[in-house]
């Protein structure tokens, strides 16, 4: 049943259009007030049809008479200024109206018309405002060259002849498109620029800026200057440029500037270009090709993708002409005068050259070490700037921080103009000192002149803590042109670290951190994601790691320790880097396990060694396996009865390693592939090189190199198989392990030979007669097979004579050729085979001196106790008479005695890095028997010794102490 109301079929009509709820009074208003707006519309639009007919009436009159009008105004006669200024007025219109529209011919004879009349008459030009908008108007509208020139130069005639020039908008802007869209003569490009500076910023600041970055000038110009100086000089401020656009202006200045003296606008229009260019100059090279080119100058902003990756900065390629000019600010004039602004008393001056110097550092990479240098010889500048540090107040709270690091909040309570100045003076201070340690030796490094040792540990101390709080922090912002700061910093901190290596001026454990604990468990985990990742990239032929791609979101302190991990790796204790290192072994082992699906079991290489020619069979076997030598070996040994028995538990490997090392890195061998220092350190021979260099004998010295790579995989496969090996290498050569970029420096010769060191520092002492007596040139000579060869440090160096002027570059130079060039071939082909097995950025959280612990084991002395708790017994138990005598015997060894029966049993001098616990196999003690009369013997390929059950502690003393000095082992078995 439905429930209805109402009439479905009545219609109901309201005839009086009501609507229910309406004021009636309302409604007539309403409609009242929309009658009179209508009305008010269509008188409007009546007078607007009136006004634009009797426009449209005069344009069609202007244009049927147009030529008409033109033939009269061409055949005016001028008798006084005002027909001139009435003739004027009429050309004005006549661009207004309908010049444009005519034929170039007659626009051309109007042009010429106008020009011979205002370049003879001698009237003045009442509206000049007018004429300049004509005349604009007409550039802005032609195509024809010759019709724009003529333009060109009536602007310039119009311009000359006004006293007070008013204000002009859009000609310069012309006047630039014109200059880059047309093929013009050299005095045609001259008057525009000439009349550009005459316009100057009568036109907006912006354009007449921009002018400037045209690529139009070639030399010195007084009046243009004096022009810049006058007209720009209250707006340097105000430079919202791209970067291209940015070093163009500067270029350019600098070309106008040319060899004037500077004065205070000059510093202050350049800083004010240098403080907004963010990107770096370099020389294109002639032969790259477009797309090269525009691939150079991507970039990537990573700070916004991982705070870990090092982020780059845009690369801009500049031309020859521009980086001639940009070498005036790396002058000793020029870098003089920005000295004297930053010692001057006034903070303007001093804020000024704040941005000039820093970002010189930061412009021109090619030339820093240039400026760098220029500021090394500036009497007393290190400690001048240091001191001004040291007065700051952020140097204070950083210096008496009581944690490893400054909290993001204390320092957002610090003025911000304050804090950006001190950032700034900081960075400048690292960078040139920095330069200063790679170019000074150390005997001079922390001399009074430059830096005295007590302020360099001042400083290291602010360093540390600053470093951290730069890792650490939140707030970006707060820093300065952040990334190049923390850059220079953790540079800088690690000079320091290695020049504290060799000198040691620093407590032993100044290093330790005070309250940051880093969980190696957690960190090995983001690290073995991290090195999936890279793994992963590569095989997928990747040739960048824009981010790492984690399965969670990762803290930001976790990440900021990993970066302390890659960057400043020495705040972890090397124990823990030690973990970290054979835990991305055991990681890439898992990953690389190879199954053999016939055999059902690990694949093996196999190799056949006869011990007769041990590291030819090797070489053979396995060079070129490349990666694949990380797989588990399987080697059988030949003597002269034929094969050796034995099932390889991991001893027989340990033994081919060991013998190959051996005989590999015998300076002595058939080959002749390494060398020693006066310390028995090895490192590559420099004869290949030089023999190379020569032409001789390539293709033998080709497989010395090919032998070098492979003792790099075996070396590689020692640390990838925990084998301790007693082989050192020399720092230099270990240096470049770290890291295949870095170049050794003259404090690295000493390590190669030091009686050499010192000879070359005598001859910074003698004067320049005693210098010429030496008869020293910029080159080398070599005497190879009684035949003498000259390697020349520099180009021509053989007739550039050494003397007090060049002495420092003869020595730096001479220490690059003997620590660098002569060693890159040999070291890139060892690293070659090192980095096939293991990872460069395992090796990186090392040092040279820790790489050498790596490879041969830790501590000069035994932890006794440690040695004790890890060790087999076969036929002895712990408390047997010979065993307890064993330990007493070992506890009154000498540390020397200790390392020595250390080497008899396991080939190695030291301890395992990590203890006797992850001695693999494990340190044993066999029973050998009852017969006091045999010695001691060891099988060192499975960590054995093998003691007779001597009844008396003096015998067994005896006899271990003669096997270990002898050596024993299985030969007086």
């Known amino acids: 049943m439905y429930n209805f109301s109402g009439s479905s079929k009545k219609r109901v009509v309201n005839l009086g259009n009501k609507k229910s709820g309406n004021n009636n009074k309302t409604n007539f208003l309403e409609q009242s007030r929309l009658q009179r707006q209508e009305r008010e519309y269509k008188k409007n639009r009546e007078k607007s049809a009136i006004i634009i007919q009797n426009h449209i009436r005069k344009y069609l009159d202007l244009k049927r008479n147009s030529f008409a009008i033109i033939n009269d105004w061409l055949n005016s006669h001028i008798n006084n200024e005002q027909d001139f200024n009435s003739w004027i007025n009429q050309f004005i219109n006549l661009s207004k109206w309908y010049l444009l529209k005519q034929d170039g011919g007659l626009i051309y004879q109007v042009l010429e018309s106008l020009l011979d009349h205002i370049s003879d008459t001698m009237f003045d030009i009442y509206n000049t405002d007018g004429m300049i908008h004509a005349l604009n108007k007409l550039l802005s509208c032609l195509k024809d060259i010759n019709a724009l020139y003529l333009t060109v130069q009536a602007l310039y005639i119009v311009a000359s002849k006004t006293e007070n020039l008013g204000?002009?908008?859009?000609?310069?802007?012309?006047?630039?498109?014109?200059?880059?869209?047309?093929?013009?003569?050299?005095?045609?490009?001259?008057?525009?620029?000439?009349?550009?500076?005459?316009?100057?910023?009568?036109?907006?600041?912006?354009?007449?800026?921009?002018?400037?970055?045209?690529?139009?000038?070639?030399?010195?110009?007084?009046?243009?200057?004096?022009?810049?100086?006058?007209?720009?000089?209250?707006?340097?401020?105000?430079?919202?440029?791209?970067?291209?656009?940015?070093?163009?202006?500067?270029?350019?200045?600098?070309?106008?500037?040319?060899?004037?003296?500077?004065?205070?606008?000059?510093?202050?229009?350049?800083?004010?270009?240098?403080?907004?260019?963010?990107?770096?100059?370099?020389?294109?090279?002639?032969?790259?090709?477009?797309?090269?080119?525009?691939?150079?100058?991507?970039?990537?902003?990573?700070?916004?993708?991982?705070?870990?990756?090092?982020?780059?900065?845009?690369?801009?390629?500049?031309?020859?002409?521009?980086?001639?000019?940009?070498?005036?600010?790396?002058?000793?004039?020029?870098?003089?005068?920005?000295?004297?602004?930053?010692?001057?008393?006034?903070?303007?001056?001093?804020?000024?050259?704040?941005?000039?110097?820093?970002?010189?550092?930061?412009?021109?990479?090619?030339?820093k070490g240039k400026l760098c240098m220029l500021l090394s010889i500036v009497p007393n500048f290190y400690k001048w700037v240091f001191e001004t540090i040291r007065e700051h107040e952020l140097f204070h709270l950083f210096i008496n921080c009581n944690k490893d690091y400054v909290r993001t909040q204390e320092l957002e309570n610090i003025d911000e103009a304050s804090m950006y100045s001190f950032w700034k003076i900081v960075f400048l201070f690292e960078e040139s000192y920095s330069y200063w340690l790679i170019v000074s030796n150390d005997l001079e490094s922390f001399s009074h002149e430059k830096l005295p040792i007590d302020d360099v540990k001042l400083f290291i101390g602010f360093l540390k803590v600053a470093c951290l709080t730069l890792i650490f922090t939140y707030n970006r912002t707060l820093f300065p042109h952040y990334s190049?700061?923390?850059?220079?910093?953790?540079?800088?901190?690690?000079?320091?670290?290695?020049?504290?290596?060799?000198?040691?001026?620093?407590?032993?454990?100044?290093?330790?951190?005070?309250?940051?604990?880093?969980?190696?468990?957690?960190?090995?985990?983001?690290?073995?994601?991290?090195?999936?990742?890279?793994?992963?990239?590569?095989?997928?032929?990747?040739?960048?790691?824009?981010?790492?791609?984690?399965?969670?979101?990762?803290?930001?302190?976790?990440?900021s320790k990993l970066e302390v991990l890659k960057t400043l790796p020495f705040f972890i204790e090397f124990n823990h880097r030690v973990e970290i290192f054979q835990s991305l072994i055991d990681l890439d082992k898992k990953r690389n396990f190879s199954f053999n699906p016939f055999t059902f079991s690990e694949s093996k290489l196999v190799a056949e060694i006869n011990r007769d020619s041990i590291l030819e069979d090797a070489f053979n076997a396995y060079h070129k396996e490349g990666a694949n030598f990380k797989n588990r070996l399987q080697v059988e040994f030949f003597n002269e009865y034929g094969r050796e028995a034995g099932i390889d538990g991991g001893g027989i490997t340990k033994e081919f390693l060991t013998c190959i090392v051996k005989e590999g890195f015998n300076p002595d061998n058939a080959y002749e592939l390494f060398k020693e220092t006066g310390d028995n350190?090895?490192?590559?021979?420099?004869?290949?090189?030089?023999?190379?260099?020569?032409?001789?004998?390539?293709?033998?010295?080709?497989?010395?190199?090919?032998?070098?790579?492979?003792?790099?995989?075996?070396?590689?496969?020692?640390?990838?198989?925990?084998?301790?090996?007693?082989?050192?290498?020399?720092?230099?050569f270990l240096n470049k392990w770290c890291n295949d970029a870095m170049k050794n420096s003259i404090n690295d010769l000493s390590y190669l030979d030091n009686e050499l060191f010192k000879n070359l520092m005598k001859l910074t002492k003698m004067t320049n007669d005693e210098l010429k007596m030496l008869e020293l040139t910029f080159s080398i000579n070599l005497k190879i097979d009684n035949k003498s060869y000259t390697v020349e440090l520099l180009p021509n160096g053989a007739v550039i004579e050494v003397d007090s002027s060049n002495i420092l570059s003869y020595i730096h130079q001479f220490a690059n050729y003997k620590l660098n060039q002569s060693l890159k071939i040999q070291t890139k082909y060892f690293l070659e085979g090192l980095y096939s097995i293991i990872s460069k950025s395992w090796l990186s959280m090392f040092?040279?001196?820790?790489?050498?612990?790596?490879?041969?084991?830790?501590?000069?002395?035994?932890?006794?106790?440690?040695?004790?708790?890890?060790?087999?017994?076969?036929?002895?138990?712990?408390?047997?008479?010979?065993?307890?005598?064993?330990?007493?015997?070992?506890?009154?060894?000498?540390?020397?005695?200790?390392?020595?029966?250390?080497?008899?049993?396991?080939?190695?001098?030291?301890?395992?890095?990590?203890?006797?616990?992850?001695?693999?196999?494990?340190?044993?003690?066999?029973?050998?028997?009852?017969?006091?009369?045999?010695?001691?013997?060891?099988?060192?390929?499975?960590?054995?010794?093998?003691?007779?059950?001597?009844?008396?502690?003096?015998?067994?003393?005896?006899?271990?102490?003669?096997?270990?000095?002898?050596?024993?082992?299985?030969?007086?078995?």
Not at 499 to 504: D, E, F, G, S, V
């Open 484 to 559: 190049n700061l923390k850059s220079i910093s953790t540079t800088l901190l690690n000079q320091l670290y290695l020049r504290n290596l060799r000198l040691k001026f620093l407590p032993r454990d100044y290093w330790k951190l005070k309250d940051l604990v880093f969980n190696v468990d957690l960190m090995l985990s983001i690290i073995t994601e991290e090195e999936e990742s890279r793994i992963n990239a590569e095989a997928d032929n990747e040739e960048e790691i824009v981010a790492v791609k984690r399965s969670k979101p990762v803290p930001i302190e976790i990440l």
């Open 167 to 367: 204000e002009v908008n859009g000609v310069i802007d012309n006047l630039s498109r014109l200059f880059n869209e047309y093929q013009l003569s050299r005095e045609q490009q001259s008057k525009i620029f000439d009349l550009i500076f005459m316009i100057n910023i009568h036109d907006s600041h912006y354009d007449f800026k921009k002018a400037l970055t045209l690529n139009y000038f070639e030399g010195e110009n007084k009046k243009y200057l004096q022009v810049l100086r006058n007209a720009i000089g209250s707006t340097t401020h105000a430079l919202k440029f791209n970067d291209d656009a940015l070093v163009r202006m500067l270029s350019s200045y600098l070309i106008v500037h040319g060899d004037q003296k500077l004065t205070q606008f000059d510093y202050a229009f350049i800083g004010s270009i240098l403080e907004n260019i963010d990107c770096e100059v370099r020389l294109e090279d002639d032969d790259a090709d477009d797309d090269d080119f525009f691939e150079k100058r991507k970039f990537i902003n990573v700070d916004k993708v991982d705070p870990t990756y090092p982020r780059r900065i845009d690369i801009l390629y500049i031309d020859e002409k521009i980086s001639n000019s940009l070498e005036k600010l790396y002058t000793r004039s020029f870098i003089q005068g920005v000295i004297n602004l930053l010692r001057n008393e006034t903070s303007e001056l001093r804020g000024l050259a704040l941005k000039i110097l820093p970002a010189l550092v930061n412009l021109y990479p090619a030339l």
């Open 847 to 973: 040092d040279c001196f820790e790489l050498q612990m790596l490879i041969s084991g830790g501590k000069d002395d035994i932890n006794i106790d440690d040695w004790k708790n890890n060790v087999e017994y076969g036929g002895y138990s712990d408390s047997d008479p010979a065993v307890i005598m064993f330990w007493e015997i070992v506890e009154e060894m000498s540390p020397h005695e200790r390392c020595k029966l250390i080497k008899f049993v396991t080939s190695v001098s030291r301890a395992p890095l990590l203890g006797f616990g992850s001695l693999v196999p494990k340190f044993g003690i066999r029973n050998s028997g009852t017969d006091s009369v045999r010695l001691p013997t060891a099988s060192t390929c499975v960590n054995l010794l093998k003691l007779p059950n001597y009844q008396d502690k003096k015998t067994m003393k005896e006899k271990l102490l003669y096997a270990i000095n002898t050596e024993a082992r299985f030969d007086l078995s």
């Open 681 to 732: 350190q090895l490192y590559p021979n420099d004869k290949i090189f030089e023999i190379l260099y020569i032409g001789m004998d390539k293709e033998f010295q080709q497989i010395k190199l090919d032998y070098i790579r492979f003792l790099g995989m075996i070396i590689g496969k020692c640390l990838y198989e925990n084998v301790l090996i007693d082989v050192w290498f020399a720092p230099f």
